[in-house]
């Protein structure tokens, strides 16, 4: 027996469900049911780990409190470091946009430093569900509509927050989550059904959760909606079957926020001892915040209903977490490390450039270093506040607003500033600052209360009086520059035909006025690239670019296909979609072979330039279609993604490897294999089939080959 295990032996029945139980503090509220005081619980080890609370002095007195404890056992300290601790980055929606994994990994792990630092062993992040309807908010916490790109992000998250070893002081056990296909929540509404065939489940949904377990994921939270009719938190066909037998996780898995007690509102548990046996039996190690396990779990022992083995299997588990993260020898991790600090903020400018997307430019941006009469209007111009965007509970409230980082970064520019809120006269009278300007910058957009969960909306304009704000400084006649924060894309066709630049800014936070600032001066030039595609119209979600041809795949020429009779097909804007201040051209897609097999690495090159007149950064895309297959394959499929750096003039030649064991796909069986026959390879700066470059290789063979 190791020392886990001894220790398990000496437990009683109380202490090992107390290990099972999360229990809130109250530095943050995430849930409909509010923390509070658990010193007590702690002290008699009825609670093994805490959530929503931090702070160095704050945990090492509550980890002492659990010294007090009968068995000493120390706590794990959970919190929601989606994109930051004290330091905020873009929201994960934002730094998709950058397509830098290099990136993704860099602020994880300069979040875990802090988070760390403050006493946190546990983030329940990364959140990785692929979201294809902007009408829900929780789109802003993952990494958009495409699998591919939720896949390297959940390894490069993973690799931040969790470093080589967990037991490094600066380490955080890692929460993927809301395991699985939360994004597909029925009319975009948080927490509702999500009625998605085994298809999508295997081709869309599953794919990061796989890489997270591969790269090593502690944790796992699964949603807290039914996929048809089954509650994720009693899902064991996924849980115990896909998950931990399938994919081999021997990690913990601890359900959503009172989400174990919520199976009684979903109508498949009686009482606190159902849902305490479903979610036992479906593999849920830790009840978070629900109080079932607690009440639960003795009764249904009593009534044989659940196992003292299954039981032990899940204290093993969360004792064996703690014991990688070090807590046992010590529970405050007092390890060296580095602090947040200066470099942090650093990496927070870096970050929020690379994540901002050039939507319309008519040549308007950069601004001319001339300019010396700027408009700043709107109402989240001088909302620093409103720059970290949700889940932010840890922040330093101390984000760059628009307003101070265009002030610092034109100090010899006169920069009138007005809200442009209340009503029309006062709405006038501030755009009475616009007539002098020479240019208008409209800061546009949501809240970070419109953003994140429980926050879907079935209008995706702008908030109530913005329209109008931005009607009357388009109507002056001047060059208006849009800047919309949000959480997702927003329906507002009128401002990119009318204005004359449009950025995404979406909640950039620490440095979101330095980085806007810098783009719009021209200091640093655009390289974010949109990871959804933005929809014209509400009544076109869900829309992506990865679809099937459908038999009637739209034809512009053919009434009887695909389409709509009062609204284009095509989005606003394609996935990938992003300009520069320089254009970049692609030509001369190349393979280095016609045919290949299924143990083979595809190589392809794509020579691409930058017309000028900057030195710039071009995002490139490589998609794959299996034009004949034993299943419906989509137009296009993402496969790898990469940047490369050009300067004026200057061309380049990028090179895609790409395994064939990546063509495979789930059969009619739902088993991955590749098929013989000819697939297309195409290469662009987006999802937009009409820019692409495309050639065709013959994947040899008779038969499916499993993959
Ligand atoms: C919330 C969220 C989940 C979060 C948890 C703890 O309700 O669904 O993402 O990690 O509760 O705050």
Redesign the pocket.
């Known amino acids: 027996m190791d020392r886990i295990e001894k220790l398990l032996a000496t437990m009683t029945l109380e202490e090992k469900i107390g290990q099972l139980v999360m229990a809130a503090g109250s530095q943050a509220v ?2 409909p049911v509010l923390g509070g005081d658990v010193t007590q619980d702690v002290r008699a080890g009825r609670v093994g780990s805490l ?2 609370f931090w702070g160095a002095e704050e945990t090492r007195a509550i980890q002492a409190v659990a010294a007090e404890s009968r068995l000493k056992i120390p706590l794990i300290i959970g919190f ?1 470091v989606l994109h930051g601790h004290k330091t905020i980055f873009p929201v994960p929606l934002g730094e998709a946009a950058a397509f830098d994994p290099a990136l993704w990994m860099a602020t994880a792990r300069a979040a875990a430093v802090e988070a760390a630092a403050d006493g946190i062993s546990m983030v ?1 992040a990364p ?1 990785l569900d692929v979201a294809r309807d902007p009408r829900w908010g929780r789109i802003v916490e993952g990494a958009g509509e495409d699998p591919f790109v939720a896949v390297e992000f959940a390894r490069a998250k993973i690799a931040g927050f969790q470093g080589a070893d967990l037991a490094d002081a600066s380490a955080v056990a890692a ?1 993927a ?2 395991f699985c296909a939360y994004g597909a929540a029925e009319g975009g509404r948080d927490y509702a059904s999500a009625e998605v065939s085994e298809r999508a489940l295997h081709e869309v949904y599953l794919p990061p959760f796989a890489a997270a377990v591969a790269a090593g994921c502690a944790a796992i ?1 699964p949603a ?1 909606m039914d996929l048809a009719g089954v509650p994720m938190t009693a899902h064991a066909a996924l849980l115990q079957g896909w998950l931990r037998r399938a994919q081999g996780f021997e990690g913990v898995i601890v359900s ?2 009172n989400a174990i007690a919520e199976l009684l509102r979903h109508g498949v548990a009686a009482d606190l001892v159902d849902a305490a046996v479903l979610a036992l039996k479906a593999g849920i190690d830790i009840d ?1 915040m629900s109080g079932a396990y607690r009440a639960g779990l003795p009764k249904a022992l009593d009534q044989g209903r659940v196992s003292i083995r299954e039981i032990d299997a899940a204290v093993l588990r969360v004792l064996r977490l703690k014991e990688r993260l070090g807590l046992f020898d010590d529970p405050c991790r007092r390890g060296k490390r580095s602090a947040g600090g200066e470099e942090a903020r650093a990496l927070a400018r870096e970050a929020a450039r690379r994540a901002i997307v050039l939507l319309v430019n008519d040549g308007v941006l950069p601004l001319s270093p001339s300019i010396k009469k700027i408009a700043l209007i709107g109402p989240l111009a001088d909302a620093g506040y409103e720059m970290d965007g949700p889940w932010a509970g840890a922040s330093q409230r101390r984000s760059v607003s628009i307003r101070e980082g265009l002030a610092s970064a034109l100090p010899g520019a006169e920069i009138a500033f007005a809200a442009g809120e209340g009503d029309d006269a006062q709405m006038a009278a501030e755009l009475e600052a616009c007539r002098e300007a020479e240019i208008i910058v409209l800061s546009l957009g949501e809240t970070a209360g419109m953003s994140g ?1 429980a926050a879907s909306r079935a209008d995706l304009g702008l908030p109530d009086g913005q329209r109008a704000l931005a009607e009357a400084a388009l109507g002056l006649g001047k060059p208006v520059v849009a800047l919309l924060s949000s959480g997702r894309p927003l329906t507002v066709p009128w401002l990119f035909e009318r204005a004359s630049a449009v950025l995404t800014t979406w909640f950039l936070g620490a440095e979101a006025g330095n980085a806007i600032a810098g783009v719009l001066t021209g200091r640093f030039n655009p390289v974010g690239r949109l990871p959804i595609s933005w929809p014209r119209a509400v009544g076109q979600i869900p829309i992506f670019y990865a679809a099937r041809p459908s038999g009637r795949p739209y034809s512009p020429d053919d009434p009887y296909t695909s389409n709509y009779l009062d609204l284009s097909v095509a989005p606003q804007f394609h996935f990938g979609h992003g300009l520069s201040y320089c254009p970049f051209t692609l030509a001369n897609l190349r393979a280095e072979r016609e045919s290949f097999g299924p143990a083979d690495t595809l190589q392809f090159s794509v020579e691409i330039s930058n017309e000028g007149p900057m030195a710039g950064e071009a995002t490139v895309f490589l998609f794959a279609r299996d034009v004949v297959a034993s299943v419906a394959r989509p137009l296009l499929e993402l496969k790898r993604f990469g940047k490369i750096a050009l300067d004026a003039g200057e061309s380049g030649v990028f090179r895609f490897a790409l395994p064939a064991s990546e063509l495979a796909f789930p059969g009619l069986d739902f088993r991955p294999g590749i098929e013989p026959g000819v697939f297309e390879f195409s290469a662009g700066f987006s999802a937009d089939a009409q820019k692409l470059l495309t050639l065709r290789l013959e994947a040899a063979g008779r038969n499916r080959i499993g993959a």
């Open positions: 995430t849930g959530l929503n929601d329940f959140m929460t989550k809301h939270m807290f959503d926020y978070m969960e």
